[in-house]
Nanobody, 126 residues
Framework: QVQLVESGGGLVQAGGSLRLSCVTSELAFDTFTMAWFRQAPGKKREFVAA????????VYADSVKGRFTISRDNAKNTMYLEMNSLKPDDTAVYYC???????????????????WGQGTQVTVSS
């Protein structure tokens, strides 16, 4: 189990912005495929965005494409999610997830990620 810690969530008005961070102490961070998922109360966890080891490949859910940007800084063992033009439907707990080697390409499947953070709450008011 890889320890992942999210931060940066909060309360924001519709149209506003937040930047989430996910940090790990694992020195093998630069070998992990990383992703963000989110889960609203009573809903299943859904894919938001994913990023490959060297950030060559990024994948976004259609619902956030053009508004969210995923990035990573391997020197800081940190992944980010920049969220702009936030909508009330973006309200959820946002989770950081990692997938260890072997690398088989970027995936958007929740069951392909083996380690998860505790989540950070994002609330968007109308």
């Amino acid at each position: 189990q890889v320890q992942l810690v999210e931060s940066g969530g909060g309360l924001v008005q519709a149209g506003g912005s937040l930047r989430l961070s996910c940090v790990t102490s694992e020195l093998a961070f630069d070998t992990f495929t990383m992703a963000w998922f989110r889960q609203a109360p009573g809903k299943k966890r859904e894919f938001v965005a994913a990023i490959s080891r060297l950030a060559v490949t990024t994948v976004y859910a259609d619902s956030v494409k053009g508004r969210f940007t995923i990035s990573r800084d391997n020197a800081k063992n940190t992944m980010y999610l920049e969220m702009n033009s936030l909508k009330p439907d973006d309200t959820a707990v946002y989770y950081c997830a990692s997938r260890s080697l072997p690398y088989r390409g970027v995936t958007d499947s929740v069951d392909e990620f083996g380690s998860w953070g505790q989540g950070t709450q994002v609330t968007v008011s109308s």
